[in-house]
């Protein structure tokens, strides 16, 4: 186990979500200059609007599996046939001087919390999985198949996020702005914080109800 010099925070949803737009904006605050944002390494195309070195890194599956092979990954997850993997020396780096963000799905949150004990899970859990499957078709990013695929896995998804130690309800979009801000800015403890995810939600989203 490893102790951060800094916080370490992950930011996990199921696809769909939302974490992208709302990191987004977190990093629009002034108080975020301080905080580092990693940087994924994926094989999957670039979308449109995609910025090299500043949304992932770009590379294809050999050198994917060369940086692998080598450890170069803290942590690397297979995403609907697309690879994503966090590169070790950035995040060791990053925490000696900032407090640093990462934007990974549950997979990639609970393999860095075996690497760093003192890491910090934020899951933004959805109002309904209405809601996500308009957001999934909204943004038009995915074929009608993956879509359905990511629907399909994103009962797992809330699953494994109900277990983090922030639930953030991303209902509506400002409040959980000022969630995350008040998790992060202002260094809460897990008891202080007041989540917006009720019981019942969570009975919901898990077919309890």
Not at 39 to 58: M, P
Request: net charge neutral.
């Amino acid at each position: 186990m490893n102790k951060n010099l800094h916080n370490l925070f992950v930011i996990s949803s199921p696809s769909g979500g939302g974490k992208t737009s709302l990191l987004k904006a977190f990093f629009e605050d002034k108080r975020a200059k301080k905080i580092t944002l990693s940087i994924s390494h994926t094989t999957r195309k670039k979308r449109l609007g995609d910025i090299e070195g500043k949304d992932y890194f770009f590379i294809d599956k050999e050198d994917f599996s060369k940086k692998e092979n080598n450890g170069d990954f803290i942590e690397t997850a297979n995403v609907f046939g697309n690879l994503y993997g966090t590169e070790k020396k950035f995040v060791y780096d990053q925490l000696q001087t900032s407090d640093v963000i990462l934007e990974l799905d549950w997979q990639g949150a609970e393999n860095i919390k075996e690497i760093f004990s003192d890491a910090i899970l934020i899951s933004l859990i959805p109002p309904s999985y209405k809601d996500l499957e308009d957001r999934l078709r909204g943004r038009a990013l995915d074929t009608d198949n993956i879509i359905s695929k990511r629907l399909s896995e994103s009962k797992r998804e809330v699953s494994k996020c109900l277990s983090f130690d922030f639930l953030i309800l991303n209902d509506e979009f400002n409040k959980a702005l000022d969630d995350l801000k008040d998790i992060i800015f202002n260094n809460r403890k897990v008891n202080e914080f007041k989540s917006r995810v009720s019981n019942e939600l969570t009975k919901n989203l898990l077919d309890l109800a």
